[in-house]
């Protein structure tokens, strides 16, 4: 049988109103964008999230089939959550959001060979402590766990509560990736983003890795760091670039049988941050998080 992922946490619509009156509906959700990203290339991708019966839900649904990932609906049911961005005559941006994550039942971990968990699913209360029992129980039961903070501090309890909970969730987990903004966010004005990637990487994850933008990632395991360059491309929008790039690195793992491996050579980094920037160059060459199929990579 070949490897099963589950990916738990929100997803969303994204939904774009322009003066003229246009509006733009685009399924996502940092843990759906993680899993549409594997199903495209051909992991067996479960995505456990609440979706309601509704227009929204429908977008998902759809999105979520045409891209090979199957959908466990964790309640309860009611509208699926939303976040709206009105853009002005500027170009400037502001968010009403409509979310909400509270599941009354999650898989079980023992029946997937890699869980990866993240974003608002990972720190919204009152889901995120059954994600933090699950993540528990996986990482109790040997199993290997992905985890991408996506901090959005607006939406997040205090940074305190917000920093231990990261840590607590890394601590548990074998493949942890953030952003620099998610670190500076961590740092709380009492570090750099790389001393909070170095204080990650030691809390227990065998692979460590910080995306900076249009700067080279870096990625850490054991005593060996290394720094994968980012493509220089044609930029769209950054709409599911780092989602894509955690994606691409969870399908790689799977791919070379890595999943069960507890460090990494300085080569071996390199060839998983070179897999996943490919992929990220190519999601944010075109408008909305639209990850790449197998195909576009090879």
């Given amino acids: 049988m070949s490897p ?38 051909g992991i067996d991708t479960t995505l456990a999230a609440q979706v309601g019966d509704d227009h929204f839900g ?5 999105h979520l089939d045409r891209s090979g990932v199957t959908l466990l609906d964790v309640g309860p049911s009611g509208s699926t959550a939303s976040a709206t961005a009105m853009i002005d005559a500027g170009g400037a941006a502001t968010y009403e959001f409509d979310l909400h994550w509270e599941p009354d039942h999650l898989p079980d971990p023992a029946d997937f060979d ?15 402590n059954a994600v933090a029992d699950l ?14 903070p996506n901090i959005r501090p607006t939406l997040g309890p205090p940074v305190p509560v917000l ?28 570090g ?14 065998a692979l460590a890795a910080m ?11 054991g005593d060996h760091e290394v720094e994968v360059p980012v493509p220089t491309v044609s930029v769209a929008d950054t709409i599911g670039a780092g989602d894509t790039w955690m994606g691409t690195l969870l399908a790689e793992l799977v791919r070379q049988g890595w999943v069960d491996r507890t460090e990494f050579s300085a080569d071996e980094l390199r060839e998983l941050g ?6 990220s160059a190519i999601t944010v060459s075109r408008p909305g998080a639209d990850p790449p199929w197998r195909r576009e990579l090879l």
């Fill in 211 to 221: 995306t900076r933008g249009d700067d080279s990632v870096v990625l850490c395991s």
């Fill in 163 to 190: 920093r231990q909970r990261v840590f607590d969730l890394a601590a548990s987990s074998r493949f942890v990736k953030l952003s620099d903004e998610d670190a500076s966010v961590l740092a709380d004005g009492s």
């Fill in 4 to 41: 099963r992922a589950l990916v738990v946490g929100e997803a969303l619509v994204d939904v774009t109103r322009t003066p003229d009156g246009a509006v733009a509906e685009h399924p996502g959700g940092s843990p759906l964008n993680v899993a549409v990203t594997m199903g495209r290339q």
């Fill in 114 to 128: 890699l869980v990866h968990v993240g974003s608002i699913g990972a720190w919204m209360e009152p889901g995120a």
């Fill in 135 to 148: 993540v528990r129980r996986a990482h109790a039961q040997g199993q290997a766990v992905g985890f991408d």
């Fill in 274 to 279: 070179e897999a996943a920037v490919r992929a």
């Fill in 58 to 62: 429908a977008l998902i649904r759809d």
């Fill in 192 to 205: 750099d983003p790389e001393s909070v990637l170095g204080s990650l990487a030691t809390a227990g994850p």
